[in-house]
């Protein structure tokens, strides 16, 4: 197995380059003295910016994109018959997953916080970034989207603390190093890597069984499975969560009137640190808690802690306000599960509204076949749904599902529902139905977001086809 430490002043063509975690490593290896080139299926804005680093990207996958090349590395989704992991086979060119470049990355830390579970990865994670940063602790600092703070996805610190998004997706978070885990639950999804529930909740015990002897294993107690994990996990464990069980609660817990809560730190019954949030919803309240559980146990002070979660906004695509058209105020939102699309619902139907539309894209056949019952309750808050057809990422449409089937399962419980395939449709239906005062939230781990940038970009001026 090749190690990146080797290829200082080397070569390394990275294929699926514009991926939010891909362009985040990219500039990491190219800041470790690695000569960085880099390939993807289509232009974008991580294209854009990777060149404007001055790491060539080159749009399309090519077999000679890889000549020259000492070492090859690819994400996930891309497959072994892609032409240029096919040519690097040819050629015996070393070939690296992402997430095995990622694990060594965090090699020798002393302090390797991994963020890990089902929902809420990415923003705990930029919590604590920020957190240990504004602590004064320079974290290197690896996350699944783009937070503004740190400039992007990335961010090369010191060499004490390392803090990183862990996905069990793929059980790619099995290749890390951990010495601090955090999980803030475990539930289902990516059903169409593992066979079910306990299959996934094994994968959970295999990544803490990574954790060295004076390791620690932060988990939220609410969570039954997290619980029953942190049974059976043989170093120190702390828990956080609302029930009287935990270790970090929240006391004299309150919301405004959109939805953000401010409360005081307690640990073991006793207040550190008051924190005012200034992003929405009770699932904010437990990354804050995760946060400072985890800043704290390598030796941030919790009143830092504190001042910087008061001042913390989201990564972008996390409840994300994009602007307002028409008199309506248009957010979008990663959440690409039902869980996750109920919690974004939750956010919005506390924003001062009339009605408010949700727009989804569903993400991955497999996902929408294995999680098809949690689908159809799971955007019950919104007055009106929109859906488009499927998005389908890393697979192939295997043709025994489609989005109506969502649409038409939907329709039968009395909701609101229409079937929208692509944006312009959903662009149209929104345009001949919002008033001023409405909202409308796009949801998905897709490319639902351009589809706020191309209604922000027509304006309050927009000449509509009849629509659906």
Same mark, same amino acid.
């Given at each position: 197995? $090749?190690?990146?430490?080797?290829?200082?002043?080397?070569?390394? +063509?990275?294929?699926?380059?514009?991926?939010?975690?891909?362009?985040?490593?990219?500039?990491?290896?190219?800041?470790?003295?690695?000569?960085?080139?880099?390939?993807?299926?289509?232009?974008?804005?991580?294209?854009?910016?990777?060149?404007?680093?001055?790491?060539?990207?080159?749009?399309?996958?090519?077999?000679?994109?890889?000549?020259?090349?000492?070492?090859?590395?690819?994400?996930?989704?891309?497959?072994?018959?892609?032409?240029?992991?096919?040519?690097?086979?040819?050629?015996?060119? $070393?070939?690296?997953?992402?997430?095995?470049?990622?694990?060594?990355?965090?090699?020798?830390? *002393?302090?390797?916080?991994?963020?890990?579970?089902?929902?809420?990865?990415?923003?705990?994670?930029?919590?604590?970034?920020?957190?240990?940063?504004?602590? =004064?602790?320079?974290?290197?600092?690896?996350? =699944?989207? !783009?937070?503004?703070?740190?400039?992007?996805?990335?961010?090369?610190?010191?060499?004490?603390?390392?803090?990183?998004?862990?996905?069990?997706?793929?059980?790619?978070?099995? !290749?890390?190093?951990?010495?601090?885990?955090?999980?803030?639950?475990?539930?289902?999804?990516?059903?169409?890597?593992?066979?079910?529930? &306990?299959?996934?909740?094994?994968?959970? &015990?295999?990544?803490?069984?990574?954790?060295?002897?004076?390791?620690?294993?932060?988990?939220?107690? &609410?969570?039954?499975?997290?619980?029953?994990?942190?049974?059976?996990?043989?170093?120190?464990?702390?828990?956080?969560?609302? =029930?009287?069980?935990? %270790?970090?609660?929240?006391?004299?817990?309150?919301?405004?009137?959109?939805?953000?809560?401010?409360?005081?730190?307690?640990?073991?019954?006793?207040?550190?640190?008051?924190?005012?949030?200034?992003?929405?919803?009770?699932?904010?309240?437990?990354?804050?808690?995760?946060?400072?559980?985890?800043?704290?146990?390598?030796?941030?002070?919790?009143?830092?802690?504190?001042?910087?979660?008061?001042?913390?906004?989201?990564?972008?695509?996390?409840?994300?306000?994009?602007?307002?058209?028409?008199?309506? *105020?248009?957010?979008?939102?990663?959440?690409?599960?039902?869980?996750?699309?109920?919690?974004?619902?939750?956010?919005?139907?506390?924003?001062? +509204?009339? *009605?408010?539309?949700?727009?989804? !894209?569903?993400?991955?056949?497999?996902?929408?076949?294995?999680?098809?019952?949690?689908?159809?309750?799971?955007?019950?808050?919104?007055?009106?749904?929109?859906?488009?057809?499927?998005?389908?990422?890393?697979?192939?449409?295997?043709? &025994?599902?489609?989005?109506?089937?969502?649409? @038409?399962?939907?329709?039968?419980?009395? %909701?609101?529902?229409?079937?929208?395939?692509?944006?312009?449709?959903?662009?149209?239906?929104?345009?001949?139905?919002?008033?001023?005062?409405?909202?409308?939230?796009?949801?998905?781990?897709? @490319?639902?977001?351009?589809?706020?940038?191309?209604? %922000?970009?027509?304006?309050?001026?927009?000449?509509?086809? @009849?629509?659906?």
């Amino acid at each position: 197995m $090749p190690h990146i430490r080797d290829y200082t002043g080397r070569r390394a +063509h990275m294929i699926g380059i514009g991926g939010s975690s891909m362009s985040g490593l990219a500039g990491m290896l190219k800041k470790r003295g690695v000569t960085v080139t880099g390939s993807d299926s289509a232009a974008s804005y991580m294209t854009r910016m990777l060149d404007n680093q001055g790491i060539a990207v080159t749009i399309g996958h090519r077999a000679e994109n890889v000549h020259g090349a000492d070492l090859v590395i690819y994400s996930a989704a891309i497959a072994a018959d892609n032409p240029e992991r096919a040519e690097a086979a040819r050629l015996h060119i $070393p070939q690296m997953e992402r997430a095995t470049l990622l694990g060594q990355l965090m090699e020798g830390y *002393r302090h390797a916080i991994n963020v890990c579970g089902t929902h809420g990865k990415t923003t705990t994670t930029s919590m604590i970034a920020e957190a240990l940063l504004d602590a =004064g602790l320079d974290p290197t600092v690896h996350i =699944g989207g !783009q937070l503004d703070y740190i400039g992007g996805s990335t961010r090369v610190g010191g060499h004490e603390t390392f803090v990183v998004e862990a996905c069990e997706f793929n059980a790619s978070f099995l !290749q890390f190093h951990p010495t601090v885990a955090v999980v803030t639950n475990i539930e289902e999804d990516h059903l169409d890597f593992y066979k079910d529930i &306990d299959d996934i909740c094994r994968a959970f &015990d295999r990544f803490f069984g990574l954790l060295p002897a004076d390791g620690t294993c932060i988990g939220n107690g &609410d969570d039954p499975r997290v619980r029953q994990a942190l049974a059976r996990v043989p170093v120190k464990t702390v828990t956080y969560g609302m =029930g009287k069980d935990n %270790q970090w609660r929240p006391a004299s817990l309150a919301y405004d009137e959109t939805g953000c809560a401010g409360f005081d730190f307690a640990f073991e019954g006793e207040t550190v640190a008051h924190v005012q949030l200034h992003v929405p919803g009770e699932y904010n309240v437990m990354h804050a808690l995760a946060t400072m559980a985890a800043c704290v146990e390598v030796g941030a002070q919790p009143q830092d802690v504190a001042r910087s979660l008061s001042a913390f906004t989201a990564p972008h695509r996390r409840f994300e306000y994009t602007g307002t058209v028409c008199g309506v *105020r248009l957010y979008t939102d990663y959440g690409h599960n039902p869980a996750e699309m109920h919690s974004a619902l939750q956010n919005a139907a506390r924003q001062p +509204h009339n *009605r408010l539309f949700a727009v989804m !894209q569903p993400h991955t056949y497999s996902r929408v076949k294995t999680l098809f019952a949690d689908y159809i309750h799971c955007c019950d808050l919104a007055d009106e749904l929109l859906i488009t057809d499927i998005f389908a990422a890393r697979e192939k449409d295997p043709g &025994d599902i489609h989005a109506t089937m969502l649409v @038409d399962a939907i329709a039968r419980t009395g %909701q609101r529902v229409h079937y929208t395939p692509t944006f312009d449709d959903a662009e149209a239906y929104l345009r001949a139905h919002w008033q001023p005062g409405d909202l409308v939230i796009t949801m998905s781990c897709g @490319d639902i977001h351009l589809l706020n940038q191309q209604i %922000q970009a027509h304006g309050d001026h927009f000449a509509a086809s @009849d629509p659906a």
